[in-house]
């Protein structure tokens, strides 16, 4: 079946570090694919999204790059900040399928001053 | 902006216990979903509806069931608690019968039960 896989956390890294939070993905199909981010103390909330291979989504500063030949999906940031500290989910879903997005574990980010 | 809004943030009850999460969402969406999230388990489905007085379960259903008697408000229930139940509950929901992706998510429940 499908699945997503991520890079276990935390990260913990320094104010305006480059990051990266890696994302792969098996799939029997050609879904979306989706990043999601919960800052502490609230909901999850949509970051970014891609639908098709070699799309890219971007939002906040944040990039992701629907990769089909390496089936990944990996976030990026050029320089954090310690607002960004959340975890991070990375999911796939159909436009088809009955609701359901097929999630990531989570990447817990720390960013320090 | 879309509010998803469930009713307690923490409880914490006893094993035996019958337990009611509530979830409201203010813009009229179709769908409404439960998950629950574990660490390093990310987020899994419990049960979904796509309508009034509709259900279907997810991935996980086993000791929960749900109510959907108005399109606002979608009620996850515990009718036995388990200490395998503690988690956090989290409340989604979202506007089209395709899924764009774009679910609309409660701050959580967080559940213990001892």
């Known amino acids: 079946g499908d699945s997503v896989t991520q890079m276990e956390g935390p990260v913990t890294l320094s104010e305006e570090a480059f990051l990266t939070i890696n994302c792969t993905y098996t799939a029997t199909g050609y879904p979306s694919l989706f990043w999601y981010v919960q800052y502490p103390g609230e909901g999850l909330q949509l970051l970014l999204k891609a639908t098709k291979a070699d799309d890219k989504g971007s939002n906040k500063g944040f990039e992701a790059t629907y990769r089909k030949e390496t089936t990944s999906f990996h976030l990026e940031k050029g320089s954090v900040q310690v607002s960004d500290s959340a975890v991070y989910f990375c999911a796939l879903g159909y436009m088809d399928s009955n609701y359901q997005l097929i999630w990531g574990a989570g990447t817990k980010l720390i960013i320090k001053p | ?114």
């Open chain 2, 1 to 114: 902006d879309v509010k998803v809004t469930q009713s307690s943030r923490y409880l914490v009850k006893r094993t035996g216990e019958k337990v009611f999460l509530e979830c409201v969402q203010d813009m009229d969406h179709e769908n409404m979903f439960w998950y629950r999230q574990d660490p390093g388990l990310g987020l899994r489905l419990i049960y979904f509806s796509y309508d009034v007085k509709m259900k279907e379960k997810g991935d996980i259903p086993e000791g929960y069931s749900v109510s959907r008697e108005k399109k606002e408000r979608f009620s996850l229930i515990l009718e036995s608690a388990s200490t395998n139940q503690t988690s956090m509950y989290l409340c989604a929901s979202s506007l089209d019968r395709v899924n764009t992706g774009e679910l609309f998510f409660g701050e959580g429940s967080r559940l213990t039960v001892l």
